[in-house]
């Protein structure tokens, strides 16, 4: 009998459990072999609760979601154990029971809902297929459909039913993806990582929508993401997996504060944490790599990459304990967990590169309008920045702000409107990348949010740095060898991978494959495009190191663009807030964040989850962000603020950039004694 089995026993069966795993064991065939992806897995979820599933990328989370909605692919199966939703045994159904249980008991949101819908159909029809497959007639269908976009809080349903998915904004199909889910009112929800790719404010009303429909409809959620905030704010117990093994149980809250497996501590000890920043102290991070799928290492399966590990976690697999009354934990040495030595040392002995009074990067009065359908769409509006050698600028702000547009000026993929300057190393560059020379564009490199798309996958890792050494850096023959080896090794990859092509690399790999393309050049500046919100933590935090590394000793600078707050604030010297491609807030990163905020700044780092479940209560901001193509007249956010002037100020008069610490600039009406200040709480270790 499993541990989790016999907790059971003890406390009793509950009879009102929705989803129960067992001693799950799935394997994948490959090459005619069958590799053992799950081993062991138990978990129960009651009714009304939600369970949190946390690990890195192919430790078999979304493996467990297939088993348990039985949609593993042809060459999965389940070896051992027993998946029971609502007491019937999965494993036993026939189709048509299990195409009802689908349809009428378990639902699933995936992380990318533009997927999820079909971009030929109208929004209506889709949601509404939903009741017909239950046997709603389609008028009747139409009619909860509309009742069901109301129910997710979507404030004109008549607009959204008759609109295509490529019409909506991301929080907005979101929506309509979980009220297709619970619709049916199921007993469990399967979420899986479905905020990863929503700004701050979005993915707090995701998740609180979340919250109500589950005390609304007493809703069982399995919740899976790697952001362990985001657990920690929605979930009432977690499990941690490793390699397939879930390795420590417990409340989410106990669990985060007091880890007791190595993995749970080095998962929590890569997070950047409210205050931490690159220069005070490096983010810890897990050494190695996860075990190939289905390879079983004799003892701990952690025990690689554990600097707790001693001769018996080699060859001796430990058992799950109990651990108080709620806790379990897969470890020899759960009492020694929170001591665990550092992989990376803290300090980080960074060179502070010397004060420049020439900024190396300069753009003024910098607008882009598109004509779409002959209406004018201001995606820029006088926008003015200084990017100084060896600092990083933050760029924030929801989707549709700017700032993918504000890249692209920069890098010259997009022209901006007549009389914008943009300026590199005290010179102005042509608008476009065509007209500008080949060292102008080796002084300005890109890394990409996601490298499967910016790498060529026919390629070999060689092949793609050594064409930027051979086309921007002119290198060639022996000198072009000993700069790829170097580059190679400033990024912690070995010559072995050289040979190898994207495809046979992991996430964290192929991104510094991209990082080490772009410093082949030896950039000037480094435009980060979302470079780390598609990594779990574990990779996140060794990239965020390797900027800071590489940063330190090539003397570089970074344009970092982010929707995640936390990671911005850790690398970020200074910070730009754009809203409706205005900048709202400009000023040294500590400023930004300790006030006085902008109340849209002040929005946005209300909406932010902690780990530990501190900080202020998160700002409302009323409705969507406006259309760039009919802003608001005065100040372009006074219909979302919750501080707008009573006296109609704010209506009518746009307010000016103005200076209130030095260095630091607003674009607000309202006194710098009203505007908000963050409370911080101090840094854990």
Do not use: W
Not at 496 to 522: C, D, N, T, Y
Not at 584 to 609: C, I, K
């Amino acid at each position: 009998m499993t541990l989790a089995a016999s907790i059971t026993s003890e406390a009793g069966r509950r009879e009102d459990e929705v989803l129960r795993v067992r001693d799950l064991d799935v394997a994948y065939r490959v090459r005619g072999v069958d590799r053992l992806t799950l081993r062991g897995v138990d978990f129960e979820i009651g009714p009304h609760e939600s369970f949190g599933l946390v690990g890195e990328s192919g430790c078999g989370k979304s493996t467990t979601v297939q088993a348990i909605t039985r949609y593993l692919p042809r060459n999965g199966r389940v070896v051992r154990g027993s998946i029971e939703i609502g007491g019937q045994d999965l494993m036993g159904m026939r189709p048509e029971a299990l195409r009802q249980l689908r349809a009428r008991t378990v639902s699933v949101v995936y992380q990318e809902p533009g997927r999820a819908l079909n971009p030929s159909i109208r929004v209506g029809r889709q949601v509404a297929e939903v009741f017909e497959v239950s046997g709603v007639g389609r008028g009747e269908a139409l009619e909860r459909a509309e009742q069901a976009l109301r129910t997710v809080q979507i404030a004109d349903p008549g607009r959204v039913l008759g609109a295509y998915p490529h019409q909506l904004s991301g929080g907005m199909l979101q929506r309509v993806v979980i009220a297709m889910a619970i619709a049916v009112e199921p007993s469990l929800l399967v979420l899986d990582e479905p905020t990863t790719a929503l700004d701050a404010t979005v993915e707090a009303e995701v998740l609180e929508l979340i919250s109500g429909l589950r005390e609304q409809f007493s809703t069982a959620v399995l919740f899976i993401s790697h952001n362990l905030a985001v657990i920690a704010k929605m979930c009432d117990r977690v499990g941690v997996m490793y390699a397939g093994e879930i390795v420590e149980t417990g409340p989410a809250r106990a669990v985060f504060e007091a880890p007791h497996h190595p993995y749970t501590v080095g998962l929590l000890r890569c997070v950047p944490r409210r205050g931490q920043r690159k220069d005070h102290a490096r983010l810890d991070t897990i050494p190695g790599f996860l075990p190939s799928p289905g390879e079983v290492p004799t003892g701990c399966i952690f025990a690689a990459r554990c600097t707790l590990a001693d001769d018996r976690c080699r060859s001796e697999s430990p058992a799950m304990e109990l651990i108080g009354e709620t806790r379990t934990a897969r470890c020899f040495k759960s009492a020694e967990a929170p001591n665990l030595p550092r992989a990376e040392p803290e300090e980080m002995a960074l060179r502070s590169a010397p004060p420049s009074p020439e900024p190396v990067m300069r753009l003024e009065h910098v607008s882009k309008t598109y004509h779409v359908r002959g209406t004018a769409v201001r995606a820029l509006v006088d926008v003015g920045l200084e990017l100084f050698p060896g600092e990083t600028l933050g760029v924030v702000g929801e989707s549709g702000c700017g700032k993918t547009t504000l890249a692209r000026v920069m890098l010259g993929l997009t022209a901006p409107d007549t009389g914008s300057v943009v300026e590199l190393g005290g010179r102005a560059v042509p608008p476009v990348a065509t007209s500008r020379s080949r060292e102008d564009l080796r002084l300005l490199q890109i890394v990409f949010q996601n490298p499967d798309s910016a790498l060529n996958r026919r390629h070999s890792v060689r092949h793609i740095v050594s064409r930027t050494l051979s086309k921007l850096a002119g290198l060639s023959g022996a000198a072009l060898e000993d700069r790829l080896l170097e580059i190679v090794r400033s990024v912690r990859m070995e010559p072995r991978h050289l040979p190898m092509r994207p495809v046979q690399l992991s996430g964290g790999l192929k991104q510094r494959v991209a990082i080490a393309r772009a410093f082949a050049g030896e950039p000037a500046v480094l435009v980060c495009d979302e470079p780390t919100s598609a990594l779990d933590v574990s990779v996140q935090a060794a990239i965020l190191n390797l900027l800071v590394d590489l940063q330190s000793r090539e003397r570089v600078s970074y344009v970092f663009i982010s929707h995640d707050l936390g990671v911005v604030r850790y690398l970020s010297d200074r910070i730009v807030v754009l809203y409706l491609g205005r900048v709202m807030e400009y000023g040294p990163a500590e400023s930004v964040f300790a006030g006085p905020h902008h109340p849209y700044t002040e929005a946005l780092l209300s909406a932010v989850p902690t780990l530990d479940g501190t900080g202020r209560e998160r700002i409302r901001l009323a409705g969507d962000i406006p259309s760039p193509a009919n802003p608001p007249s005065g100040c372009v956010f006074h219909t979302r603020c919750p501080r707008r002037l009573a006296d109609g100020t704010c209506d009518t008069v746009e307010p000016p950039l103005r200076e209130v610490q030095p260095g630091k600039v607003l674009r607000c009406h309202l006194p710098l004694e009203q505007l908000g200040r963050l409370e911080e709480a101090p840094v854990s270790a």
